[in-house]
């Protein structure tokens, strides 16, 4: 896809046909994880852990007015240099290279990319970071997806519609999660993090039991990805009501930790070495809806992309089960909640042509058709207007400001 992106996990993992090895189970996390209640004021204490003297931080402007000063107070007081650099909102090929050309030109080179953000900026991070041969420090100032320990990268058109993932050969060196900046971020973030985590062990799962599934490194997954997804899904079924109430009242507890670290921690290692399936393949497909990125979030998309998959699988108490959770915390149940209405069938179709097309698609055990996914999100919608009546849809209403 660009110049810089030479690495290639599925080359080096997996096996050919006839080959006298099987394929190997690959586990993969970041070196270091640290997540708290006003960490980022320590952030140039980590750093030594790298260790950079000259770091590159990436934040948005936005981000850049809330926690710029603390961020470069705390550098400072570690004697550790920094330039600060504006990510403009879109994990494009365009924008990283706008990024690395600033970076190389630099007098003093940085020894070190700090991304400070969502998703797609501490994915930029880990692309700019890459080319230029540096180790890459994440900072989520939300847990709104599983990108930040992973080593991979969703790569996006400048409009917003995505088209490929790049790999890396190293995780980043340190995820560093402030749960204070989580829970004064506007609580819809959190809750989109719990639709993308409450995949990870559907997906898993589904590759575990299929002989044939890759993970997202052409690996086979491990067990101890199977069992943090596992309990990434029971830690939001428990806490999941209660961490985002927590948010609602800007207030870190225990209930928000354990969200915070399930929506960060276990759903990226559990994604990453357990593997995906039609879930994040519908979610990727939903991308091609024109406004839909600018109007929803990617666990948004997730959430209704699981009950797909599971509605496909025919697992229908899990269905039911994972639907009314949705409901709860305001995580859509319908397409019609991501606007796409029924009745609209030709985008319906068009978007599950999409998801068919998709290579993780191949690791649900089953012939998935454009068909066979338009008519399990039919069903869809009918599972969840039985949620919306007997769990109303006052979450995701309030969410989404109707
Ligand atoms: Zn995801």
Known sequence: MSSAATYEPGAIFSVEEGENTSVPRVFIAPHRYIQGDGILDHLGRYLKIVPTKQAAILISEG?????GERLLGSLNDAHIDSVVINFNGECSLE?????????????????????????????????????LGTPVVICPSLASNDAPCSALSVIYTREGVSEGVEFFPTSPAIVA??????????????VAGMGDAMATWYEANTCFLNPKARTTVGARPTLAAGAIGELCATT????????????????????????????TLLSGLGFESGGLAAAHAVAQALTVVPDMHRNYLHGEMVAIGLLTQLVLEKQTDEASKVARFFAKVGLPVQFGQLSLAPKNKSQLVEVMEEAVATPIMANEPLTVTT???????????????DVTRSEGCVAFDALHGH
């Open 177 to 190: 999660v402030d749960t204070r900046i989580v829970a004064e971020a506007p609580v819809r973030y959190l």
């Open 63 to 67: 981000g850049r007015r809330r926690l």
């Open 371 to 385: 068909e066979s996914l338009v008519a399990a999100a039919l069903q869809v919608n009918e599972l969840g207007t």
């Open 95 to 131: 924008e990283i290279e706008r990024i690395t050309d600033i970076l190389r030109t630099q007098s003093i080179p940085v020894d070190c990319v700090v991304a400070v953000g969502g998703g797609k900026c501490v994915d930029a991070g880990k692309c700019v970071a890459y080319r």
């Open 236 to 263: 939001l079924f428990e806490y999941g009501v209660s961490g985002a109430e927590a948010v609602e009242r800007s207030e870190v507890n225990e209930a928000l930790e354990r969200v915070v670290e399930a929506n």
